[in-house]
């Protein structure tokens, strides 16, 4: 979203390793051109966030050894019944936005554009799950509840664990999803899953009224989109890490002046779009190296022929190569279909799901139809060389792994151990640092990999 680049000319392959702090954003070159701007909130894009747990597990993602990551998902209610501010830090964030508006924004003679990234609807730290917390604890009040239909929560359908694809395995027991939940369990926890986004809903309303009673929203474009959905037990896994759409299809929504009002578009899109859409929407001419598309075309009333010679191709490229998944994942997806590759192509089968005819994807028809497999293989080839792009992933793994275990000399085999994985660890260490120093062995020649 922040570059208008896909994650692997970037190379942020994980939580850790982001953009340079020194990167050119949409934002830096809407300030070059005059625009005033402001950043309020989660702004974790840069490298250097998260725990030291999130990116152990990511660059260890290849060693063969199983472990829970995460806390078991889990629902927490707030004792006051009426309370609203229940993420308090994201409230105090649309505070400061607000207030921004009011004080800042009103008075500038150019134009503004303002940020505010919010952590809701993502689940809570759970204190049981050691070293940083993992975040699997969905929290709310009943104020927020109430706004629930909890009759009308379906009840995802799984895969016995024999049948599941080996990746899908692999992110269900890391994020401690293999053992037994009820039906009450899965409901319980999507519908405080709705109630955090009731809650995320109320703090842009709080962004809308602002603007409306400041007489800026008919001059303001308002757009809210995530950079993650939630799984919430969908294929027997919370969190996001995953190319089901649950986990990859995101909110986008776009209002203001010139924007069509009540259209639905259903063309796919991605958040790499919204670099050069925010600068279209400015006025500023798009560089030529972008990965993603203006959306205006589609979304607006204008009518410049110029716009419509550059519309957006009918796919959008995924990948992901941080933790929870033990190979790196491409999906390539049209209106009909979704292919998902990974690692170099050959090692793990690729998945293939219809999803005019089975929204849940639930059957991997890949070995069913290999001709749509095969061509749809050789699109993504032809936007990116995913072998390669995985072999650099797990080059760069095993490198930074060993220069962070260097780093933290006789300590290393104590905290190891202390991650968010010390539930499993600490119940065979020694087994576990084997296969640490098999997999160092195994990978230490480039070309085997």
Avoid at 227 to 256: C, N, T, W
């Amino acid at each position: 979203m922040w570059s208008g680049l896909f994650t692997h000319l970037t190379e942020s392959w994980n939580n850790f390793k982001g953009l340079d702090p020194n990167y050119t954003t949409w934002m830096d070159v809407m300030e070059k051109h005059g625009y005033r701007t402001q950043k309020f909130g989660k702004l974790d894009y840069t490298s250097g966030h998260h725990s030291i747990s999130n990116r152990v597990e990511a660059w260890t993602r290849d060693v063969a050894f199983l472990l829970r990551q995460e806390g078991r998902p889990m629902v927490n209610l707030v004792p006051k019944k009426t309370k609203v501010r229940v993420m308090d830090g994201d409230w105090k964030n649309t505070d400061r936005a607000v207030n921004w508006l009011r004080k800042e924004a009103i008075n500038y003679t150019q134009p503004f554009v303002l940020y505010l990234g919010l952590n809701l609807p993502h689940p809570y730290p759970s204190p049981s799950s050691g070293e940083n917390f993992g975040s699997s604890t969905f929290h709310t009040s009943l104020y927020w509840l109430k706004k629930v239909s909890y009759d009308a929560i379906k009840i995802p359908k799984w895969s016995p664990l024999s049948e599941m694809h080996p990746i899908d395995y692999y992110s269900s027991y890391t994020k401690n999803c293999t053992g037994k939940f009820t039906e009450k369990e899965i409901k319980d926890i999507r519908a405080f899953y709705y109630a955090m986004c009731a809650e995320t809903d109320a703090m842009l309303g709080e962004i809308i009224l602002a603007l409306h009673q400041l007489d800026l929203l008919q001059k303001t474009i308002v757009i809210y989109t995530s950079d993650h959905g939630e799984l919430a037990m969908e294929h027997r896994q919370f969190y996001k890490m995953s190319m089901y759409e649950a986990s990859a299809h995101v909110p986008l929504l776009i209002m203001g002046p010139g924007i069509k009002t009540n259209l639905q578009v259903s063309n796919v899109v991605s958040l790499v779009d919204i670099y050069p859409t925010m600068l279209d929407i400015a006025g500023i001419p798009l560089p030529q190296n972008l990965s993603g598309y203006s959306l205006l075309p589609l979304s607006s009333m204008f009518k410049n022929e110029q716009k419509f010679k550059n519309l957006h191709p009918p796919w959008i490229l995924s990948e992901f190569h941080g933790c929870n998944v033990n190979a790196s994942a491409y999906m390539l997806r049209t209106n009909r279909w979704k292919y998902i590759a990974y690692s170099d192509g050959a090692s793990v089968l690729p998945q293939l799901f219809d999803l005019s005819s089975d929204p849940d994807e639930l059957t991997n028809i890949a070995t069913k139809f290999p001709e749509v497999t095969s061509s749809l293989d050789q699109k993504l080839r032809s936007i990116i060389n995913y072998p390669q792009v995985s072999a650099s992933v797990h080059r760069y793994n095993k490198e930074q792994f060993i220069k962070w275990k260097q780093s933290i000399g006789q300590n290393y085999s104590d905290v190891i151990a202390n991650l968010r994985w010390h539930q499993d660890w600490l119940k065979e260490p020694r087994k576990y640092e084997n296969a640490i120093d098999q997999w160092l062995k195994i990978h230490s020649d480039p070309e085997n990999i």
